[in-house]
């Protein structure tokens, strides 16, 4: 069974960083382009960041560009999303999704209906 397991969310003041991990289980991520999303309370799922399987090409959402930063660790079957200088408008549930690259990447990274495999989320709290 596919399973993806985030972790590493909290509570942190603004300016402060965090790293999530999305750890993956009964699949290898090798082939999977990863994204990351987040859905803040009353609002859409938006798209963040993804990284593609081959050549590990990263894609970030304007608002978070020199920010954050992904990763994977395909010996640890994981990817990270680096997250520094954290706003009080980064504060969502963060989601990290794995899909085949059908198309593009740059199309497919912020559309959600290319990602088969979600994991349940972490909670990402930015307050002083």
């Known amino acids: 069974q596919l399973q993806l397991v985030e972790s590493g969310g909290g509570l942190v003041e603004p300016g402060g960083s965090l790293r999530l991990s999305c750890a993956a289980s009964?699949?290898?991520?090798?082939?999977?382009?990863i994204g990351w999303f987040r859905q803040a309370p009353g609002q859409e799922r938006e798209w963040v960041s993804c990284?593609?399987?081959?050549?590990?090409?990263?894609y970030y959402t304007d608002s978070v560009k020199g920010r954050f930063t992904i990763s994977r660790d395909n010996a640890k079957n994981t990817v990270y999303l680096q997250m520094n200088s954290l706003k009080p408008e980064d504060t969502a549930v963060y989601y990290c999704?794995?899909?085949?690259?059908?198309?593009?990447?740059?199309?497919?990274?912020?559309?959600?209906?290319?990602?088969?495999?979600w994991g349940q989320g972490t909670q990402v709290t930015v307050s002083s």
């Open positions: 990284i593609n399987n081959s050549d590990e090409i990263t």
């Open positions: 009964g699949f290898s991520l090798d082939y999977y382009t």
């Open positions: 999704a794995a899909g085949i690259l059908v198309t593009t990447v740059q199309h497919m990274c912020p559309n959600s209906k290319y990602f088969a495999s």
